[in-house]
């Protein structure tokens, strides 16, 4: 049995954490779902919105109209509200044009006395509301109210038409149709003429935008319908009506056949099949003057109102944002038509988490098989398949479940992942880096310990020659001149560098390299080689590595070879000049002169600080940069405290 070695064990460690990323994010789906946050249920509803756009379901009932009092019908007949027996007139016609039902998007809670007033008697009505009680009492009209919720504000001895229904409770009492607390309602009289009644309200979600309707209203004990319910109901006259609601958010209303899902509140998702315009719509003007062809209203439902300006609200929708009420009351009708329902069944939300729960482990599972891109591939063809999935849903079985925590699953699935694979990667990547630089470090000190094998006198020079470079280079780095030469990746390089300017000279003869005397020309000529005999060294392994343009070794080139040349053109080994001389050989320059002035060899004692920074100082703008000069006169107090601190490591020793 093998034990693996830490580098092994290290490089599995972010492989285990990443495997905690796809419960994570199942974590954050079910919290998500549970909690319910307000930016995620608007993100919602605005998923629906446009799943419902497109999938209308079709043309709208050509059973369903709207007979409108709009611009056109007031300029004709004057400002509204119109006397009693004008708007009696109205539905009289509309009634002879085959309508079997006619539900009215208004409300007459006050008298009519534009043809006379009311009697004495307090029970009787203005020639113009008895006119017009007649004409509701012959048709099949429903007249309009609205409920008031959290006071008991509204009309005292309003008349209103319960909804003749068997209510089956399983909810426990936590469920069922909303309770109004007061209501605003027309003229008793005219109510009872009508025969038939609905409530007028809506119900925006908390984002303002319509997408339901009540059905069913509960008040005083009671059961109330829609208007459009009540204009159904006098259409169809139903025999059994069924009110089931459930602890499951859910319900449903049966009018004999017909099986209605409503929602929490008892209330109608809508399936609009289109904006303002979608029902076909017929001017008052034109209905009273007789412009309407006989039997254009045959067999219909009609909801009368109003689209005139300030005369009627108008709502946001996921199809149109400025929907008139009677547009409402029309989609309700048109649903109930044509059975064509939407329906939030109570096991969405259980697919839905789900879903979201396997979408976030599939997103992190394909991360880890495919990567980062295939991973996104991947990931964004399973977002395309939700969406297109919960459109056919809902286009071709009328059923909502939505693909939104499915789609924060992948995300949140990828995402995490991703970011994992990131930080295992960057771990790598810095152990890698680290490894780079301990193994540069571990060459670096193989080549300088190289050559003190070969000039014992070099001990301390290593750590004295790196802490000058550090102090110089930093300050020069502040100068407008080297600010974007010596940036500190390359300030870095250059302190690791600087001790091996001298490797060359493993390739000098002892004679010439431990003679403590003055050496003779030849023995010049051959101590003049070690810079090109450096250099070479570096390229022929780079050579045979095959690395090209490698900062580290063009640095280290630059340092072993160029440190002897000197800025009038007098130095060596090719007698460069001025700016022609790489820096990283004129800093080491300036470095080298001092560490071999200050510290005793062989052949010499140490001089005293002053004197080596007056001799570099008189050999700047001759021998040495005049800039890196003036940084090493910024900063000589620090070398002198350097080449105090490291004067007796190794067998230097230095007189500062």
């Known amino acids: 049995m093998t034990v693996p070695g830490p580098a092994v064990a290290a490089s599995r460690g972010p492989d285990r954490w990443r495997l905690l990323w796809p419960v994570l994010g199942a974590a954050v789906v079910v919290g998500l779902s549970l909690g319910r946050p307000t930016a995620l249920a608007h993100l919602d509803g605005r998923v629906y919105d446009a799943l419902l756009r497109r999938a209308s379901g079709g043309p709208a009932s050509e059973r369903v109209a709207i007979v409108d009092v709009d611009e056109r019908s007031l300029a004709r007949f004057g400002r509204w509200p119109w006397p009693r027996s004008r708007i009696a007139r109205m539905l009289g016609r509309v009634q002879a044009l085959g309508a079997v039902a006619v539900g009215l998007d208004m409300m007459f809670p006050e008298p009519d006395e534009s043809e006379g007033p009311a009697g004495d008697a307090a029970a009787e009505l203005s020639p113009g509301d008895a006119g017009f009680a007649q004409t509701l009492a012959g048709g099949p009209f429903a007249l309009g109210y609205a409920f008031t919720f959290g006071s008991r504000e509204g009309r005292p001895g309003c008349v209103l038409q319960p909804l003749a229904a068997t209510r089956l409770d399983e ?18 009289a005219l109510v009872r003429a009508a025969g038939a009644s609905g409530f007028l309200n809506a119900s925006p979600d908390a984002d303002g935008i319509v997408r339901r309707l009540p059905v069913v209203i509960g008040y005083e004990g009671a059961l109330y319908p829609s208007l459009a319910l009540a204009t159904f109901a006098r259409a169809t006259a139903p025999r059994q009506v069924i009110l089931r609601t459930t602890g499951r958010g859910s319900a449903s209303l049966t009018l004999d056949g017909l099986s209605v899902p409503l929602d929490t509140g008892a209330t109608l998702l809508l399936r609009f099949r289109g904006g303002k315009g979608t029902f076909r719509s017929l001017s008052a003007g034109d209905v009273l003057e007789d412009r309407v062809p006989e039997g254009s209203l045959r067999d219909h439902l009609v909801v009368v109102g109003t689209s005139a300006l300030g005369l009627h609200d108008t ?250 040349e000197r800025w009038d053109g007098t130095g060596y080994p090719e007698g460069l000049k001025a700016e022609a001389i790489p820096l990283a050989g004129r800093l080491v320059a300036v470095v080298d002169v001092y560490d071999a002035l200050i510290s005793r060899r062989v052949y010499k004692d140490g001089l005293a600080h002053e004197e080596v920074v007056r001799a570099i100082a008189a050999g700047r703008g001759t021998q040495f940069d005049p800039d890196v000069v003036d940084g090493l006169l910024a900063v000589h107090e620090e070398w002198r405290q350097i080449a105090r601190e490291l004067a007796d490591m190794g067998s230097d020793r230095t007189h500062p």
């Open 171 to 188: 909810s426990g009492g936590d469920g069922g149709p909303f309770r109004a607390s007061g209501v605003i309602c027309s003229m008793p």
């Open 315 to 564: 709502v946001g929708t996921p199809v149109d944002m400025t929907l008139s009420g009677m547009e409402l009351h029309a989609t309700v009708l048109d649903n109930l038509v044509r059975r064509d329902f939407v329906r939030r069944v109570p096991a969405a939300v259980l697919v839905e988490v789900s879903g979201g729960v396997v979408a976030n482990a599939g997103a992190a599972l394909a991360v880890e098989w495919a990567g980062i891109v295939g991973g996104g591939f991947a990931v964004a063809g399973t977002a395309a398949l939700l969406w297109v999935g919960a459109g056919w849903l809902l286009a071709t079985l009328g059923t909502f479940v939505s693909p939104l925590l499915p789609l924060v699953g992948l995300a949140v699935g990828f995402v995490a992942v991703t970011l994992g694979r990131y930080r295992g990667e960057r771990r790598r990547a810095d152990r890698a880096t680290r490894d780079l630089r301990q193994a540069r470090e571990l060459v670096l000190h193989a080549l300088t310990s190289l050559t003190e094998t070969r000039d014992s006198e070099t001990g301390a020079h290593l750590l004295r020659t790196r802490r000058y470079m550090r102090t110089l280079c930093d300050t020069l780095a502040r100068t407008s001149r080297f600010r974007d030469q010596l940036t500190p990746e390359v300030t870095d390089l250059l302190v690791q560098l600087a001790p091996i300017h001298d490797i060359g000279k493993v390739g000098v003869a002892d004679r010439t390299l431990r003679k403590p005397g003055p050496l003779t020309d030849a023995e010049q000529s051959e101590m003049r080689e070690h810079p090109t005999l450096g250099r070479d060294v570096i390229a022929n392994a780079e050579r045979r590595v095959g690395l090209v343009d490698d900062v580290f070794l063009t640095l280290a080139k630059d340092i072993v070879y160029a440190h002897h």
